[in-house]
């Protein structure tokens, strides 16, 4: 009876985590996943429905840059690997080798955030903006919700930086951690849709 | 044993093998795409194909080597609840774009 009640405590108050507590969270943030994933695949329904309303405006020929674009590209999926690599390392609990990959995984997240945003600003102040027809409102509306979970997802690792450094790779640590990197690794999958049906397929 | 129940479930599985082969699969394919559009000359049907092929290829390589999904029990709810919201965005997405391109049609009769 005793017991029980310690172990319910521990699960509640989420900083000692039960075995099975893990499993559970893991399970309920990936359930979470799949519910961006229908937000996402809302707005790829309405980009394919409206991305071809010009209105007389410019279309992807005209504003996008397939170099620039690769690029992009290859920093949101250098960033995906380097969070693979930083979790090999928490499983072996090597606290620098963690802290340093989690560095090098927000430094190229933020090379992509900072190239789309740049295109963002390129885009509307020749008076591209979401405002000019309906394919912009669109494309801002989709992409610039992917960005949005991007910096998001800066921000966590930033504070996982923070509570690696300061807590160490605790359980509860190695837990949130293991769920950063899920976030990281869907958000890569997100952007695979994104730059093959927005950009390539807006090119040709 | 604690470890152990943290590397069965979701995103901690990996090896270095695993995430390296995804990468270099994923730099192939992301490749292909871009190589297809920017290098031209290729009909525009084989070029929608193609991205298309390479996208949702690319996006099971993602899924298996960096998420680490597969047939095996630890994962299976992960798996279940992934294609039941692929059957959502495909009645979803695949409703909406029919219903959307199909409107003149339907609208004459």
Redesign the interface.
Known sequence: MMTTDVKTMNWMSGESEHVDSVEIQTFGFWVYLMSDLVLFSALFATFAVIGHNYAGGPSGKDLFHLPYLFGETMFLLVSSAACGFTMLAVHRGRKALVLLGLAVTFLLGLGFITMEIHEFYGMIISGNGPERSAFLSAFFTLVGTHGTHVSFGLIWMAVMMGQVAAKGLTRPVRSRLMRLSMFWHFLDIVWVGVFSVVYLMGVI | ???A????????R???KT?IT??VL??LL?VI??A???GGGVP?SA??WG??S??IV??FI??HY??HLDASSAVR??VM??L??LL??FI??GG??WV??TLNLRMMW
């Open positions: 044993m604690a470890s129940s943290m590397d069965s479930s979701g995103a901690g990996g090896s270095l995430y995804g990468f994923s730099v992301t795409s871009f297809l559009v920017m525009r070029m929608v991205i298309s390479a996208g690319q996006i993602h899924l960096f998420l709810w992960n609840a992934l039941f919201t959502i965005i979803f997405v909406t774009v959307m391109y």
